[in-house]
């Protein structure tokens, strides 16, 4: 079956740049999108169809994609950005649903 | 403003079924998917199954295929999941989730709390 590849952990310091990467084999013909969760919380989707960044999603949150590599980026990362991150897409005939692994962001 | 509200959670022994639901407000519940999606303890988000605007398109992850059922009541703006044959690793939090599957790959825009389905002896 289908996988995305992320990273298990991210550390960054305040203010410094984070970046997340998801790679998978489909991803040069499927969007790509990410989530963020937090503790004891629902997911929130942060960026859609690769790039784009829903209403009232901080700036500082942009993606970009690459081959068969999706990157979520965090520019000047801060204390509340502390989260798992999630990046999700579909197989190659659209039909099923993948997750990546999670990726744990830890703001030092 | 969108919620989702999930119901039906709860312990159930290995084999046993359990049918969760949940409740849509704020939106137009007939125009879009709907998904389900779990996350066992500790563990990272697994899509369950989503189903389309009218229900006639449903699709289902192979882990719960021919187990789980999913349906849904727009008359009532309501989301089904029957589980039966439930085991150990179904344990999870279970999201209901507004899919954007009409217009768009699917993704999700919109989930509710969750609800928690425990299934042990």
């Known amino acids: 079956s289908y996988e995305l590849t992320q990273p298990p952990s991210v550390s960054v310091s305040p203010g410094q740049t984070a970046r997340i990467t998801c790679s998978g084999d489909?991803?040069?013909?499927?969007?790509a999108y990410w989530y963020q969760q937090k503790p004891g919380q629902a997911p929130v989707l942060v960026i859609y169809?690769?790039?784009e960044r829903p209403s009232g999603i901080p700036e500082r949150f942009s993606g970009s994609s690459s081959g068969t590599t999706v990157t979520l980026t965090i520019s000047g990362v801060q204390a509340e950005d502390e989260a798992d991150y999630y990046c999700?897409?579909?197989?190659?005939?659209?039909?099923?649903?993948?997750f990546g692994g999670g990726t744990k962001l830890t703001v030092l | 403003q969108v919620q989702l509200v999930e119901s039906g959670g709860g312990l159930v022994k290995p084999g046993g079924s359990l049918r969760l639901s949940c409740a849509a407000s704020?939106?137009?519940?007939?125009?879009?998917?709907m998904s389900w999606i779990r996350q066992a303890p500790g563990k990272g988000l697994e899509w369950v199954s989503y189903?389309?605007?009218?229900?006639?398109?449903?699709y289902s992850a192979d882990s719960v295929k021919g187990r789980f059922t999913i349906s849904r009541d727009n008359a009532k703006n309501s989301l089904y999941l029957q589980m039966n044959s439930l085991r150990a690793e179904d344990t999870a939090v279970y999201y209901c989730?507004?899919?954007?599957?009409?217009?768009?790959?699917?993704?999700?825009?919109?989930w509710g709390q969750g609800t928690l389905v425990t299934v042990s002896s």
């Open positions: 169809k690769d790039t």
């Open positions: 999700q897409s579909a197989d190659s005939s659209s039909t099923y649903v993948v």
């Open positions: 189903i389309s605007t009218s229900g006639t398109t449903i």
């Open positions: 704020g939106f137009t519940f007939s125009d879009y998917y």
């Open positions: 989730a507004r899919d954007k599957g009409v217009e768009a790959a699917h993704h999700f825009d919109y």
């Open positions: 489909a991803l040069p013909k499927q969007y």
